[in-house]
């Protein structure tokens, strides 16, 4: 594909364009169902906000579209589980998918560190998606560490 606009450029963009293959996981499941309709809006919605936030001048309207975005990549991973769970799809078939919505969202986190002045918010960085447990431990130490700020801004 020849690059004629900036979101082009972006590994992400064409990280979230390459996801676009999960249409052939899709075909592949029959009839129709929530979480398969959703699965194709959010995997197309991934894309279109990569490059509708590229395209804004305002660091605060680019995080926002970007933050969109990473919240659709979240939604295809959950759509996954649940055809999963129902039994729709095997889950080595969404192995490949979920490894590469991680790969995304950790790409749209870099720019959100870049964009965002919310970007201590966010939750998701590339160890996250490691271990149920160490996922455990992250959020007991995020409880501890909203406490502490509650605390703090209680103080004041």
């Not at 082009?8 to 592949?28: H, M, P």
């Not at 729709?88 to 995304?104: C, N």
């Not at 870099?110 to 998606?129: H, N, T």
Request: net charge negative; charged share 30%.
């Amino acid at each position: 594909m020849k690059t004629c606009f900036d979101h082009e450029k972006l590994d992400v963009y064409q990280e979230s364009i390459a996801f676009c293959w999960v249409g052939d996981l899709l075909n592949d499941i029959a009839g129709k169902g929530a979480a398969k309709d959703q699965l194709d809006r959010a995997s197309t919605s991934l894309p279109l906000n990569i490059a509708e936030g590229n395209g804004k001048f305002s660091t605060a309207d680019r995080a926002r579209f970007l933050e969109i975005a990473r919240g659709s990549a979240l939604e295809c991973a959950a759509c996954l589980d649940v055809l999963t769970v129902r039994k729709l799809i095997s889950l080595e078939r969404i192995i490949p998918a979920k490894e590469q919505l991680v790969r995304i969202v950790y790409m749209l986190m870099g720019m959100l560190k870049r964009f965002s002045g919310r970007a201590e918010f966010l939750r998701e960085e590339e160890a996250s998606y490691s271990s149920e447990h160490e996922h455990e431990q992250e959020h007991e130490h995020e409880h501890e560490q909203e406490q502490e700020h509650e605390h703090e801004q209680e103080q004041e």
